[in-house]
């Protein structure tokens, strides 16, 4: 059985009850909720959220038998302004102490970029960078152990995080059962290593598949030398391989989609499914 299904603001900003038509219009069961990027009607902002907030969006979402699998919660974790990391990682713990009245165990992020608009700069690889995402993480995960909740990081090629290995240096120095890994192979997958994806999403699988709570699923081609991310079934990732090694790793494992966008999520669903 496939545990499929698709980040809530794939679908647009609109209000829970419309979010909840959409979604379940396609038969999807389960969603990564990001309340900034896709709860319209509801102020989510620092310091709004409350039980009885949690409730009444994961009620909605119930009624039509949909799940909130992952919270979202996109922060720059190593924000260049000290001040603003601070705001950003208290925005963060406040999702972590809510998340279970959401229905849902786990709140996730990206590991950010030095600079604030989190677009690359080289730096973001550097010891310096990888420091500052850690003791942030950190904070995170103290949070999560009071709570019992999961903290859920994403590498991607251009970030802090940029390889299998790095992350598993992370999961390694923070040593907490409490953090754990949204999987996404297309997001290690760079111009220098494309070629070598199978490689790339074995590796990903060997260094960090006990620690894997959720995987993201889109597709890459090449655009003028530069990765670009497509909707699943549209592009070159091995979804043969994938989904064997999450077989093998991960049984009924939630695979997300990305990239969900209404004129071809028919074809992603029917897609993956196939292959799975």
């Known amino acids: 059985m496939m545990m499929l299904g698709v980040r809530a603001h794939d679908f647009g900003k609109l209000t829970v009850e419309e979010l909840a038509d959409r979604i379940s219009e396609k038969g999807i069961s389960y969603i990564q909720l990001a309340l900034s990027k896709a709860v319209a009607g509801i102020d989510t902002g620092d310091g709004r959220l409350n039980p009885g907030m949690a409730y009444y969006i994961r009620d909605v979402f119930q009624r039509k038998n949909i799940q909130i699998a992952v919270l979202g919660c996109y922060i720059n974790p190593v924000h260049p302004d000290r001040d603003t990391r601070k705001r950003l990682i208290g925005r963060f713990k406040e999702h972590i102490r809510y998340v279970r009245d959401f229905g849902c165990s786990i709140v996730a992020t990206e590991t950010g970029s030095v600079n604030a608009d989190y677009s690359f700069n080289p730096e973001n690889h550097s010891d310096a960078s990888l420091k500052t995402l850690i003791e942030s993480v950190g904070e995170f995960v103290e949070e999560a152990e009071k709570w019992g909740v999961i903290v859920g990081i994403e590498g991607v090629a251009r970030h802090v995080v940029n390889t299998p290995e790095k992350m598993r240096y992370v999961l390694d120095?923070?040593?907490?059962?409490?953090?754990?890994?949204?999987?996404?192979?297309?997001?290690?997958?760079?111009?220098?290593?494309?070629?070598?994806?199978?490689?790339?999403?074995?590796?990903?699988?060997?260094?960090?598949?006990?620690?894997?709570?959720?995987?993201?699923?889109?597709?890459?081609?090449?655009?003028?030398?530069?990765?670009?991310?497509?909707?699943?079934?549209?592009?070159?990732?091995?979804?043969?391989?994938?989904?064997?090694?999450?077989?093998?790793?991960?049984?009924?494992?939630?695979?997300?989609?990305?990239?969900?966008?209404?004129?071809?999520?028919?074809?992603?669903?029917?897609?993956?499914?196939?292959i799975y």
């Open 173 to 274: 120095t923070i040593k907490s059962n409490n953090l754990q890994i949204v999987l996404d192979p297309v997001n290690y997958l760079d111009e220098n290593n494309y070629s070598r994806q199978d490689e790339v999403i074995k590796q990903s699988f060997e260094l960090l598949g006990d620690n894997v709570v959720t995987i993201h699923a889109k597709d890459f081609i090449m655009d003028s030398g530069k990765i670009k991310s497509v909707e699943a079934g549209r592009g070159s990732l091995n979804y043969e391989l994938l989904f064997r090694l999450v077989k093998e790793r991960k049984p009924y494992v939630n695979i997300l989609l990305e990239n969900a966008k209404m004129p071809t999520i028919d074809e992603s669903l029917d897609y993956v499914r196939n």
